[in-house]
């Protein structure tokens, strides 16, 4: 079985701050680790993955996520934050253990950058 | 630009009416996806197929709702009543799965904005 755990429902920063987004996940094996983005009235996009390799890992608009197995967590992350950033983010996890290649998606976590 | 097409965008119908919702995947990709999402439940996994072949729809309601692929570059997501409580945002996606343990992506429609009143 595979979950994956989003603790928090809003995260708010300040215009140019860091920001961080948490994930935590379970997997019976290996996992492949997602993030997704989702606009006001839009379907999710692809904001990066984890397959294998460097623990972190680069992705658009300037996000990066660190994969941590010793945590079971992969937080995203963008050292500057903008406002344009504002959106619904989730995170999914696929075990690497299945060839059904379904993803199991967190609740999501809705980041407001204010100016 | 590959992507995810979805039709309709929108849609507002009256309980007791069918609803069939289309997404065509993105060219190439062998398994998708149907998604719902509301504010309550999030998103729910309904169905999804491989090689047009359903591989999993524990997720669907199975006395309204049905899923097909007539061909490799049509799904259909039907619901037949529909019902007030079946307003959501449904979500095509699609991807390439070729081996076991395949890390390949997948990319979602823009979504289709079912209302039913």
């Known amino acids: 079985a595979q979950s994956v755990a989003q603790p928090e429902d809003q995260v708010n920063v300040a215009e140019g701050n860091p920001l961080t987004v948490k994930c935590t996940y379970s997997v019976s094996g290996n996992p492949y680790l997602f993030w997704y983005v989702q606009y006001p009235n839009r379907g999710l996009q692809f904001l990066l993955k984890?397959?294998?390799?460097?623990?972190l890992v680069k992705g658009s608009y300037g996000f990066e996520a660190e994969f941590n197995k010793s945590q079971t967590s992969f937080h995203l992350k963008k050292p500057s934050a903008l406002v344009s950033d504002s959106a619904l983010y989730f995170c999914?996890?696929?075990?690497?253990?299945?060839?059904?290649?379904?993803?199991?998606f967190g609740d999501g976590t809705t980041l407001t950058v204010k100016p | 630009d590959a992507r995810v097409t979805q039709t309709p965008r929108h849609k507002v119908t009256e309980m007791g009416q069918e609803v069939t919702m289309r997404c065509q995947p993105i060219?190439?990709?062998?398994?998708v996806f149907w998604y719902r999402q509301t504010m309550m439940q999030g998103l729910e996994l309904l169905a999804y197929?491989?090689?047009?072949?359903?591989l999993d729809d524990s997720g669907m309601p199975k006395d309204r709702f049905s899923a097909e692929m007539p061909d490799a570059t049509l799904a259909t997501l039907k619901i037949q009543p529909s019902e007030p409580r079946d307003s959501a945002v449904y979500f095509c996606?699609?991807?390439?799965?070729?081996?076991w343990g395949s890390g390949n992506t997948i990319y979602f429609g823009e979504g289709s904005w079912l209302t039913v009143v």
């Open positions: 984890y397959i294998t390799g460097d623990n």
């Open positions: 060219l190439g990709h062998n398994t």
């Open positions: 197929f491989r090689n047009r072949a359903p």
């Open positions: 999914a996890v696929r075990d690497i253990a299945t060839n059904a290649g379904k993803s199991t």
């Open positions: 996606a699609s991807g390439l799965v070729l081996i």
